[in-house]
Nanobody, 121 residues
Framework: QVQLVESGGGLVQPGGSLRLSCAAS????????MSWYRQAPGKERELVAA????????NYADSVKGRFTISRDNAKNTVYLQMNSLKPEDTAVYYC??????????????WGQGTQVTVSS
């Protein structure tokens, strides 16, 4: 059974930090690119950060560059999102995503249940 379980969300003051974790099970984690998305109330879900299967390449939304860092530990089947200098506009539900496109063109996509991040004084 595939599972992505996010943790680490919560309430933090502007300028503070949080570290999100996403523990994966039920699939070959090291084969999948991993991403963090977020969705604020009334807005579409947006890509925040992504990392390749081996962790050699990352990319970020312009709004979080220089503040957020995505990383992964393939030995622990876990992906992380370190969030620093948080702003009220970072408030959203954060989702973990696993994606794999096979050499034959099949695609596999898994999602976590989300974790709430609220940035407020």
């Amino acid at each position: 059974q595939v599972q992505l379980v996010e943790s680490g969300g919560g309430l933090v003051q502007p300028g503070g930090s949080l570290r999100l974790s996403c523990a994966a099970s039920g699939f070959t984690f090291r084969s999948y690119a991993m991403s963090w998305y977020r969705q604020a109330p009334g807005k579409e879900r947006e890509l925040v950060a992504a990392i390749t299967s081996a962790g050699g390449s990352t990319n970020y939304a312009d709004s979080v560059k220089g503040r957020f860092t995505i990383s992964r530990d393939n030995a622990k089947n876990t992906v992380y999102l370190q969030m620093n200098s948080l702003k009220p506009e970072d408030t959203a539900v954060y989702y973990c995503n696993a994606h794999w496109r096979t050499p034959y063109g099949l695609e596999f996509d898994y999602w976590g249940q989300g974790t709430q991040v609220t940035v407020s004084s």
